[in-house]
């Protein structure tokens, strides 16, 4: 038995493994995509991904697949609050460790987790056994599958719904200690092109006044606009939103405070002077925002990711 407390430990372990079966079962996973690529060069590689509280990205799932890797099976367990929250890495024919790291890049960093290697080919074959147990369960689901396609969409949805809601909790800090939390993923993004006309303003204070105590004036609030049918718009109501042009100037964190929607367009208000709990000073990314500001628009991304904010500092 040995215990497993820094990355080079595992990172050399990796590098030993060749023609071998490699099974991962972690809770949530983020930002591992190039140790998957890797081990699957010269191995079997089987990584069954948990949905509790939908903490892993769907950008890391879409990165997968879109990878391509042929020796790779993904699976993902569909079953949310009771889908697996295993940390466990098994490697043939004997080689089980288990402990306390997802399969996260902080996880596997092994900067604040632990693993124990225990070299045994009986306990290697009961998790072996109990990994076909899981794979047997109805929504865990192959990523080739029929179904995995509508599951994942259902997912993406609950996957912002969970990633606004922790960002709406946070407390402002600094970007370095939103990065050291890999809950923290991702965050609604959004991006204008243009400047709205008067004729929408008027609009809008028509279709709030007297619903809003706060709204006493077309001063009351900051106006955006959104045209997408009632049931498409991939913000939610009391959701924290990065919010700048399409050149990434004017970043800025807003609180869509109240949603309206009439005619197709979707009117977003942020209330003036309501506390905004932004997660960290948004100026620490704001040069870098204006970099990749053309690619998020041409990508028509309403969620900044995690991998994008590390873009943006230059990681």
């Keep these: 038995m040995k215990i497993f407390d820094n990355f080079s430990d595992l990172e050399q372990l990796f590098d ?45 799932i879409e990165n997968l697949i879109e990878s391509k890797t042929e020796n790779l099976s993904l699976y993902m367990d569909f079953r949310y609050g009771m889908s697996t929250h295993w940390k466990l890495y098994l490697i043939e024919p004997n080689i089980v460790l288990i402990g306390s790291a997802n399969f996260t890049s902080l996880g596997v960093s092994l900067k604040r987790d632990t693993l124990v290697r225990i070299d045994s080919e009986e306990l290697y074959l009961e998790y072996i056994s109990k990994v076909e147990n899981l794979k047997s369960e109805p929504l865990v689901l192959n990523s080739e599958s029929k179904e995995f396609n509508q599951k994942f969409n259902l997912y993406r949805q609950s996957f912002i719904e969970s990633q606004s809601a922790n960002q709406a909790g ?18 609604p993004l959004f991006i204008w092109d243009s400047d709205i006309e008067p004729e929408t303003y008027e609009q809008a204070f028509i279709l709030i006044e007297g619903k809003e105590p706060e709204v006493e004036s077309k001063e009351s609030y900051r106006l955006s606009t959104y045209k ?33 929607y009439k ?7 942020s209330f003036k002077g309501k506390r905004k709990n932004a997660p960290f000073d948004i ?8 970099l990749i500001a053309n690619e998020l628009y041409e990508n028509d991304q309403t969620v900044l990711y995690r991998e994008n904010i590390e873009k943006a500092l230059g990681k």
């Design 263 to 269: 005619d197709g367009i979707h009117y977003l208000y």
């Design 283 to 290: 100026t620490e990314i704001a040069s870098g925002l204006k």
């Design 170 to 187: 946070n407390i402002k800090s600094n970007l370095q200690t939103w990065l050291a939390d890999d809950h923290n993923q991702a965050i």
């Design 228 to 260: 997408c049918k009632a049931n498409e718009l991939p913000y939610l109501e009391g959701s924290l939103v990065i919010t700048m042009n399409e050149k990434g100037s004017y970043a800025n964190f807003e609180r869509f405070d109240r949603i309206l």
């Design 16 to 60: 030993s493994v060749n023609n071998s079966k490699i099974t991962i079962v972690s809770a949530f996973a983020s930002g591992t995509e190039s140790i998957i690529i890797n081990l699957a060069t010269t191995n079997k590689v089987e990584l069954i991904i948990g949905t509790i509280n939908s903490f892993s990205s769907p950008k890391y």
